[in-house]
T-cell receptor, first 112, second 112 residues
Framework: KAGVTQTPRYLIKTRGQQVTLSCSPI?????VSWYQQTPGQGLQFLFE???????NKGNFPGRFSGRQFSNSRSEMNVSTLELGDSALYLC???????????FGNGTRLTVT | EDKVVQSPLSLVVHEGDTVTLNCSYE??????LLWYKQEKKAPTFLFML????IEKKSGRLSSILDKKELSSILNITATQTGDSAIYLC????????????FGKGTSLLVTP
């Protein structure tokens, strides 16, 4: 069974630009979550989607947004990039509520 | 505010040693505690502990949840160099929707 797939693996952007990251969950998983990982803050929750609806959102500015499609694939968008947005962005999916999250390999975003 | 604290932050041991990693939490409406291993990119799932499943074991790894002490331990016996990684503890709580609140992790290095 294929795991969570994230594209692209690496991105380099300039301050002020915007970026879109993509995530394909494990087949049959309808819940998709996004996390930001930095050396200083560790793993922090961005948002979670289920059946195309955002169920929960973390404490991030409105520049961070996401969506989920009918096939459960998800995208997250960051607009007006700042240097502090440089991080590893991890997507994760789960099958049902009381089951563990399974993570993808992440997208490494560098903002210069 | 929910809090998850892991200790120690880093650890260096020799192959064959036994290690114990700690995770304590302060959350409202605890649901589950999860352990992950992160080597290069994707955190990989190890254990999920809930009120109905407070002890888990897989090979040389085992974990126990102490709901009274609001803590969990992850034990690794007969460590191998392949166990070198960052071990992450995460807690799912009722007031966080379905988000995981992660600790900062314990960096384990197993030397030959």
């Amino acid at each position: 069974k294929a795991g969570v797939t994230q594209t692209p693996r690496y991105l380099i952007k300039t301050r002020g630009q915007q970026v879109t990251l993509s995530c394909s969950p494990i087949s049959g998983h309808r819940s998709v979550s996004w996390y930001q990982q930095t050396p200083g803050q560790g793993l922090q929750f961005l948002f979670e989607y289920f059946s195309e609806t955002q169920r929960n959102k973390g404490n991030f500015p409105g520049r961070f947004s996401g969506r989920q499609f009918s096939n459960s694939r998800s995208e997250m968008n960051v607009s007006t990039l700042e240097l502090g947005d440089s991080a590893l962005y991890l997507c994760a999916s789960k099958r049902v509520i009381n089951s563990p999250l399974h993570f993808g390999n992440g997208t490494r975003l560098t903002v210069t | 505010e929910d809090k998850v604290v892991q200790s120690p932050l880093s650890l260096v041991v020799h192959e064959g040693d036994t290690v114990t990693l700690n995770c304590s939490y302060e959350v409202t409406n605890f649901r589950s505690l999860l352990w992950y291993k992160q080597e290069k990119k994707a955190p990989t799932f190890l254990f999920m502990l809930t009120s109905s499943g407070i002890e888990k074991k897989s090979g040389r790894l085992s974990s126990i949840l102490d709901k009274k002490e609001l803590s969990s331990i992850l034990n690794i016996t007969a460590t191998q160099t392949g166990d070198s990684a960052i071990y992450l503890c995460a807690v799912e709580a009722g007031n966080s929707g379905y988000a995981l609140n992660f600790g900062k992790g314990t960096s384990l290095l197993v030397t030959p």
